[in-house]
């Protein structure tokens, strides 16, 4: 299921792009490496795509003027990433415990 969830992220982001909607953009990016990570996505490439969304996202809503949105979207996107540091099991230096 966490793969048919991803797919339908990944879809919705990219037509949130493509049709201007922000809450396709948001929605999507920001959940799209929450399930990736459900699916236990390697580690690198799980980190090029939180990354990539991450930035995707900041510059979308920079370019349209959504400042609020856009610190929401940073807050969610740092969420994703603490929980991916949590679930790998890293502690504060970046090492595996």
Do not use: C
């Not at 799980?46 to 900041?58: K, N, Q, S, T």
């Amino acid at each position: 299921m966490h793969k048919v969830l991803a797919l339908f992220f990944a879809l919705l982001a990219a037509a949130g792009l493509y049709f201007n909607s922000e809450v396709g953009v948001f929605v999507g990016l920001a959940l799209l490496p929450w399930q990736l990570g459900r699916i236990n996505f390697p580690s690198r490439p799980y980190l090029a795509v939180l990354a990539a969304a991450a930035l995707l996202g900041i510059v979308y809503f920079f370019l349209i003027g959504w400042y609020t949105l856009m610190l929401a979207f940073i807050f969610v996107m740092l969420y994703n990433y603490w929980g991916y540091r949590r679930f790998t099991g890293m502690d504060a230096d970046g090492r595996n415990k």
